[in-house]
C-alpha cells in the first residue's frame, strides 16, 4: 500500500519520499482520503508538533500592478473593483501590527502590489519595519516581489525576519498564469532572500487549472528551495481576472493537495491562506488534521476572512495551542504542561529522483 509505505518512510526510516512515492500515493482514489488525511497529520505532529502559527498581512500598497497574473486582481491589465492607494501612512501600519497583536498572531506582513520595490517605496517599508518592532515587538516577514541582492540584504540587516515570494504554481503552468515574468526570476529572488539571512516564506496557489501530477510537480519545486514556510492558497476566482470563471477545487481536491504538501515537506509550517474558507467551507478544521499548521488570521489581501476570534474556538475545539512565535530556533510552550521545547525539526534533505 502506497500509504504504508509513506508512512514507513517518513516516520520509521525519516527520510524524504521520491516523487514516485508521493505519485503512488495520490493516484489513490478519494475515497482513501481518511488514510491519507490521517498520514499526513501523523507526519505534521511527528515532525513539527501539535501548534499552529498564526499571521496576519497587510496589503500596504493595493493595486496598480504592472504585472500580468492572471489570478490577481490588483493587476493594472485587469478591470476589477479593488482598492487602488499608495503606501499607506506609517501611522495605519503600526495600527494594523496592534491589531495583528491583539488577535494573537504573532508575525506580521507587510505586502505591497509591486514588480518589485523602488527606492522610495523600500524606504517608506524600511521605517514601517522599525516602526512595528518598536511598538509592538511582532516578528515582521515582507512581500515586496522581486528583489535584488542589495534590497534583500537591506531588508535582512532591517531585522526582516521572514521574506514571502510565492512561486505561485509549477514551473509548466507558469507561463500561462504570468507573463510579465519569470518562474525563474522567482526561484531567483527566493534564493536571494535565503542568501541574504532571511527565512524563505515560499508557496503559491492551488486550483488554477493545473492537474494533480503538475501540482505535485509544484510541492517538489517548492521543498527544493527549502522553504521555512508554504503558504498554500486556493483560488477563489476573482472577478475580472482573467481566472474569473475558473471552477474552484472540490474540499476534498484541497484536503487531498495540502495532505500531499505535508508528505513532501514534512517540517515547513504549512500556512492556510487565501480561498480556505471559500473552498474548504465547513471542512476548514479538516485542512489543520490533513497537515498544515499554520493560518492567515484576519483578512486577505483581496479578500475579506473570518474574524480571528473563530479561528481560535477551532484551535481550542481541535486542541491545537498557538505557537508563540513564527519558527526555526525558538521556542513554544506546551499549553497543558507549560514545558518548553524546541518549535521546530530540523528538516530533512529533498529525495530528487534521477
Ligand atoms: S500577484 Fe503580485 S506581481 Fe502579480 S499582479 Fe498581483 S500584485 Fe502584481
Same mark, same amino acid.
Given at each position: 500500500?502506497?500509504?504504508?509505505?509513506?508512512?514507513?518512510?517518513? *516516520? +520509521?526510516?525519516?527520510?524524504?519520499?521520491?516523487?514516485?512515492?508521493?505519485?503512488?500515493?495520490?493516484?489513490?482514489? !478519494?475515497?482513501? !482520503?481518511?488514510?491519507?488525511?490521517?498520514?499526513?497529520?501523523?507526519?505534521?505532529?511527528?515532525?513539527?508538533?501539535?501548534?499552529?502559527?498564526? +499571521?496576519?498581512?497587510?496589503?500596504?500598497?493595493?493595486?496598480?500592478?504592472?504585472?500580468?497574473?492572471?489570478?490577481?486582481?490588483?493587476?493594472?491589465?485587469?478591470?476589477? $473593483?479593488?482598492?487602488?492607494?499608495?503606501?499607506?501612512?506609517? @501611522?495605519?501600519?503600526?495600527? =494594523?501590527?496592534? =491589531?495583528?497583536?491583539?488577535?494573537?498572531?504573532?508575525?506580521?506582513?507587510?505586502?505591497?502590489?509591486?514588480?518589485?520595490?523602488?527606492?522610495?517605496?523600500?524606504?517608506?517599508?524600511? @521605517?514601517?519595519?522599525?516602526?512595528?518592532?518598536?511598538?509592538?515587538?511582532?516578528?515582521?516577514?515582507?512581500?515586496?516581489? *522581486?528583489?535584488?541582492?542589495?534590497?534583500?540584504?537591506? *531588508?535582512?540587516?532591517?531585522?526582516?525576519?521572514?521574506?514571502?515570494?510565492? /512561486?505561485?504554481?509549477?514551473?509548466?503552468?507558469?507561463?500561462?498564469?504570468?507573463?510579465?515574468?519569470?518562474?525563474? $526570476?522567482?526561484? $531567483?529572488?527566493?534564493?536571494?532572500?535565503? @542568501?541574504?539571512?532571511?527565512?524563505?516564506?515560499?508557496?503559491?496557489?492551488?486550483?488554477?487549472?493545473?492537474?494533480?501530477?503538475?501540482?505535485?510537480?509544484?510541492?517538489?519545486? /517548492?521543498?527544493?528551495?527549502?522553504?521555512?514556510?508554504?503558504?498554500?492558497?486556493?483560488?477563489?476566482?476573482?472577478?475580472?481576472?482573467?481566472?474569473? @470563471?475558473?471552477?474552484?477545487?472540490?474540499?476534498?481536491?484541497?484536503?487531498?493537495?495540502?495532505? /500531499?504538501?505535508?508528505?513532501?515537506?514534512?517540517?515547513?509550517?504549512?500556512?492556510?491562506?487565501?480561498?480556505?474558507?471559500?473552498?474548504?467551507?465547513?471542512?476548514?478544521?479538516?485542512?489543520? /488534521?490533513?497537515?498544515?499548521?499554520?493560518?492567515?488570521?484576519?483578512?486577505?489581501?483581496?479578500?475579506?476572512?473570518?474574524?480571528?476570534?473563530?479561528?481560535?474556538?477551532?484551535?481550542?475545539?481541535?486542541?491545537?495551542?498557538?505557537?508563540?512565535?513564527?519558527? +526555526?530556533?525558538?521556542?513554544?510552550?506546551?499549553?497543558?504542561?507549560?514545558?518548553?521545547?524546541?518549535?521546530?525539526?530540523?528538516?530533512?534533505?529533498?529525495?530528487?529522483?534521477?
Amino acid at each position: 500500500m502506497p500509504i504504508a509505505a509513506a508512512e514507513h518512510a517518513l *516516520l +520509521e526510516e525519516r527520510r524524504s519520499l521520491s516523487r514516485s512515492e508521493v505519485a503512488a500515493v495520490a493516484a489513490l482514489p !478519494l475515497d482513501h !482520503l481518511p488514510d491519507l488525511v490521517a498520514l499526513a497529520h501523523r507526519v505534521r505532529l511527528a515532525y513539527c508538533g501539535p501548534e499552529v502559527e498564526l +499571521e496576519s498581512l497587510i496589503n500596504a500598497k493595493s493595486g496598480a500592478c504592472p504585472e500580468d497574473c492572471a489570478f490577481c486582481s490588483q493587476s493594472a491589465r485587469f478591470e476589477s $473593483d479593488v482598492d487602488v492607494y499608495p503606501f499607506l501612512d506609517l @501611522d495605519e501600519v503600526v495600527d =494594523a501590527a496592534r =491589531a495583528t497583536r491583539d488577535a494573537g498572531a504573532t508575525q506580521f506582513c507587510i505586502v505591497v502590489a509591486v514588480r518589485g520595490p523602488e527606492e522610495r517605496l523600500l524606504a517608506k517599508v524600511l @521605517d514601517a519595519v522599525d516602526a512595528v518592532h518598536r511598538e509592538t515587538g511582532l516578528e515582521v516577514a515582507c512581500s515586496l516581489g *522581486l528583489l535584488t541582492a542589495t534590497q534583500a540584504e537591506r *531588508l535582512s540587516a532591517a531585522g526582516v525576519r521572514r521574506y514571502n515570494h510565492n /512561486l505561485e504554481t509549477c514551473r509548466d503552468v507558469f507561463p500561462q498564469i504570468c507573463t510579465t515574468h519569470t518562474w525563474q $526570476d522567482r526561484v $531567483d529572488t527566493a534564493r536571494l532572500a535565503t @542568501d541574504a539571512g532571511m527565512e524563505l516564506c515560499c508557496g503559491g496557489i492551488l486550483g488554477m487549472g493545473e492537474t494533480l501530477d503538475q501540482r505535485i510537480d509544484f510541492a517538489f519545486e /517548492l521543498a527544493a528551495l527549502e522553504p521555512c514556510e508554504v503558504p498554500i492558497n486556493l483560488l477563489d476566482p476573482r472577478p475580472g481576472t482573467p481566472l474569473s @470563471d475558473q471552477p474552484t477545487l472540490s474540499p476534498r481536491e484541497a484536503l487531498q493537495a495540502i495532505a /500531499l504538501f505535508r508528505l513532501v515537506m514534512p517540517s515547513a509550517w504549512l500556512r492556510l491562506a487565501g480561498g480556505r474558507e471559500k473552498v474548504l467551507g465547513e471542512l476548514q478544521g479538516m485542512g489543520l /488534521l490533513a497537515g498544515a499548521n499554520a493560518l492567515i488570521v484576519g483578512n486577505y489581501l483581496t479578500t475579506t476572512g473570518r474574524p480571528a476570534q473563530a479561528d481560535h474556538d477551532l484551535l481550542d475545539a481541535l486542541g491545537m495551542p498557538v505557537a508563540d512565535g513564527p519558527g +526555526e530556533g525558538r521556542f513554544v510552550v506546551d499549553a497543558g504542561g507549560g514545558h518548553a521545547r524546541p518549535a521546530r525539526r530540523p528538516t530533512i534533505p529533498v529525495h530528487v529522483e534521477s
